[in-house]
Nanobody, 124 residues
Framework: QVQLVESGGGLVQAGGSLRLSCAASGRRFSTIAMGWFRQAPGKERDFVAAISGSRLVTRYTDSVKGRFTISGDTARNTVYLQMNSLKPEDTAVYFC?????????????????WGQGTQVTVSS
């Protein structure tokens, strides 16, 4: 079992920044790939970013490339999502996810464990 605890959401103006954190426990950090997904009201849960168990390989959805950065801190068993140049269309509940392999994935069905979600609201 992997437990995930997210933090860092909030309200920010367009052009601002937020950093989301996801603390993982229950398995060796390097054995699990992790990802961030988001879900806006009335929409599907969509892939945002992922990082491999080695924390050396990352992947992003096109709409956040150049603005968001996913990273991992092995000492803290924590993955971060740094979000810069935020836009109103980034408004959603953001979910941290982990999969039982160090190989990253981009589909929500690839992931076995989910956090509770944190709200990000970007005002125009």
């Amino acid at each position: 079992q992997v437990q995930l605890v997210e933090s860092g959401g909030g309200l920010v103006q367009a052009g601002g920044s937020l950093r989301l954190s996801c603390a993982a426990s229950g398995r060796r950090f390097s054995t699990i790939a992790m990802g961030w997904f988001r879900q806006a009201p009335g929409k599907e849960r969509d892939f945002v970013a992922a990082i491999s168990g080695s924390r050396l390989v990352t992947r992003y959805t096109d709409s956040v490339k150049g603005r968001f950065t996913i990273s991992g801190d092995t000492a803290r068993n924590t993955v971060y999502l740094q979000m810069n140049s935020l836009k109103p269309e980034d408004t959603a509940v953001y979910f941290c996810a982990a999969r039982s392999t160090p190989v990253l994935g981009t589909g929500k069905d690839n992931y076995d464990y989910w956090g509770q979600g944190t709200q990000v609201t970007v005002s125009s």
